[in-house]
Nanobody, 125 residues
Framework: VQLVESGGGLVQAGGSLRLSCRTSGFTFGDYAIGWFRQAPGKEREAVSCISFIDNNIYYADSVKGRFTISSDFAKSTVYLQMGSLKPEDTAVYYC???????????????????WGQGTQVTVSS
Protein backbone atom coordinates (compact mmCIF):
# COMPACT_ATOMS: atom_id res chain seq x y z
CA VAL A 1 0.00 0.00 0.00
CA GLN A 2 1.31 3.41 -0.94
CA LEU A 3 -0.09 6.88 -0.38
CA VAL A 4 1.62 9.90 -1.88
CA GLU A 5 0.57 13.42 -0.97
CA SER A 6 1.17 16.49 -3.07
CA GLY A 7 -0.08 20.03 -3.39
CA GLY A 8 1.24 21.63 -0.24
CA GLY A 9 2.98 24.97 -0.22
CA LEU A 10 3.04 28.52 1.06
CA VAL A 11 -0.14 30.57 0.77
CA GLN A 12 -1.43 33.80 2.23
CA ALA A 13 -4.28 33.84 4.71
CA GLY A 14 -7.59 33.68 2.89
CA GLY A 15 -6.10 31.70 0.04
CA SER A 16 -6.74 28.18 -1.19
CA LEU A 17 -4.82 24.98 -1.81
CA ARG A 18 -5.77 21.55 -3.07
CA LEU A 19 -3.97 18.56 -1.66
CA SER A 20 -3.89 15.26 -3.51
CA CYS A 21 -3.41 11.76 -2.12
CA ARG A 22 -2.59 9.27 -4.84
CA THR A 23 -3.06 5.70 -3.65
CA SER A 24 -1.91 2.31 -4.89
CA GLY A 25 -1.57 -1.25 -3.72
CA PHE A 26 -5.18 -1.85 -2.81
CA THR A 27 -8.64 -1.69 -4.34
CA PHE A 28 -9.58 1.96 -4.17
CA GLY A 29 -12.78 2.29 -2.23
CA ASP A 30 -12.12 -0.64 0.08
CA TYR A 31 -10.25 1.49 2.60
CA ALA A 32 -11.34 4.68 4.29
CA ILE A 33 -9.03 7.58 3.54
CA GLY A 34 -8.30 10.31 6.01
CA TRP A 35 -6.49 13.60 5.95
CA PHE A 36 -4.63 14.40 9.17
CA ARG A 37 -2.41 17.27 10.14
CA GLN A 38 0.27 17.89 12.70
CA ALA A 39 1.54 21.29 13.70
CA PRO A 40 4.81 21.73 15.64
CA GLY A 41 4.33 20.77 19.27
CA LYS A 42 0.81 19.50 18.71
CA GLU A 43 -0.74 16.08 18.35
CA ARG A 44 -1.74 14.72 14.97
CA GLU A 45 -5.42 15.37 14.38
CA ALA A 46 -8.00 14.28 11.85
CA VAL A 47 -9.02 16.98 9.42
CA SER A 48 -11.35 15.07 7.11
CA CYS A 49 -12.02 11.41 6.47
CA ILE A 50 -14.16 9.55 3.96
CA SER A 51 -15.64 6.09 3.83
CA PHE A 52 -16.58 4.78 0.40
CA ILE A 53 -18.51 1.91 1.93
CA ASP A 54 -21.22 3.97 3.63
CA ASN A 55 -20.31 7.41 2.23
CA ASN A 56 -19.72 8.73 5.72
CA ILE A 57 -17.59 11.87 5.80
CA TYR A 58 -15.99 13.49 8.82
CA TYR A 59 -14.81 17.07 9.08
CA ALA A 60 -13.12 18.58 12.09
CA ASP A 61 -15.12 21.51 13.46
CA SER A 62 -12.20 23.80 12.75
CA VAL A 63 -12.43 23.19 8.98
CA LYS A 64 -16.15 22.73 8.40
CA GLY A 65 -17.35 25.00 5.64
CA ARG A 66 -13.79 25.70 4.47
CA PHE A 67 -12.41 22.29 3.45
CA THR A 68 -13.94 19.69 1.15
CA ILE A 69 -12.84 16.10 0.68
CA SER A 70 -13.46 14.43 -2.67
CA SER A 71 -12.24 11.52 -4.73
CA ASP A 72 -11.52 10.36 -8.26
CA PHE A 73 -11.88 6.61 -8.57
CA ALA A 74 -10.33 6.59 -12.04
CA LYS A 75 -7.15 8.05 -10.55
CA SER A 76 -7.34 6.28 -7.16
CA THR A 77 -6.88 9.70 -5.63
CA VAL A 78 -8.45 11.59 -2.76
CA TYR A 79 -8.35 15.38 -2.66
CA LEU A 80 -8.62 17.93 0.10
CA GLN A 81 -9.74 21.31 -1.19
CA MET A 82 -8.80 23.91 1.40
CA GLY A 83 -10.23 27.41 1.28
CA SER A 84 -10.26 30.52 3.47
CA LEU A 85 -6.98 29.32 4.90
CA LYS A 86 -5.85 30.64 8.26
CA PRO A 87 -2.40 30.75 9.84
CA GLU A 88 -3.59 28.11 12.32
CA ASP A 89 -4.01 25.69 9.40
CA THR A 90 -0.24 25.60 9.09
CA ALA A 91 0.91 22.01 9.57
CA VAL A 92 2.22 18.94 7.84
CA TYR A 93 -0.73 17.25 6.19
CA TYR A 94 -0.82 13.49 5.87
CA CYS A 95 -3.20 11.15 4.14
CA UNK A 96 -3.79 7.73 5.60
CA UNK A 97 -5.77 4.57 4.92
CA UNK A 98 -7.95 2.60 7.34
CA UNK A 99 -8.35 -1.03 6.22
CA UNK A 100 -11.73 -1.33 7.94
CA UNK A 101 -13.10 1.08 5.37
CA UNK A 102 -15.25 2.84 7.92
CA UNK A 103 -15.36 6.31 9.45
CA UNK A 104 -17.03 6.72 12.82
CA UNK A 105 -16.98 9.32 15.54
CA UNK A 106 -13.86 11.42 15.69
CA UNK A 107 -11.19 9.44 13.79
CA UNK A 108 -7.89 8.98 15.55
CA UNK A 109 -4.48 8.35 14.00
CA UNK A 110 -4.20 4.94 15.65
CA UNK A 111 -7.15 3.71 13.59
CA UNK A 112 -5.24 4.24 10.37
CA UNK A 113 -2.88 1.59 9.09
CA UNK A 114 -1.00 3.14 6.19
CA TRP A 115 0.42 6.65 5.89
CA GLY A 116 1.90 8.93 3.31
CA GLN A 117 5.04 10.95 3.85
CA GLY A 118 3.21 14.23 4.40
CA THR A 119 3.15 17.59 2.68
CA GLN A 120 3.82 20.94 4.32
CA VAL A 121 1.14 23.63 4.26
CA THR A 122 2.17 27.06 5.48
CA VAL A 123 -0.32 29.91 5.73
CA SER A 124 1.15 33.35 6.21
CA SER A 125 -0.74 36.16 7.91
Amino acid sequence: VQLVESGGGLVQAGGSLRLSCRTSGFTFGDYAIGWFRQAPGKEREAVSCISFIDNNIYYADSVKGRFTISSDFAKSTVYLQMGSLKPEDTAVYYCAADVTGMVAGIPGPLEYDHWGQGTQVTVSS
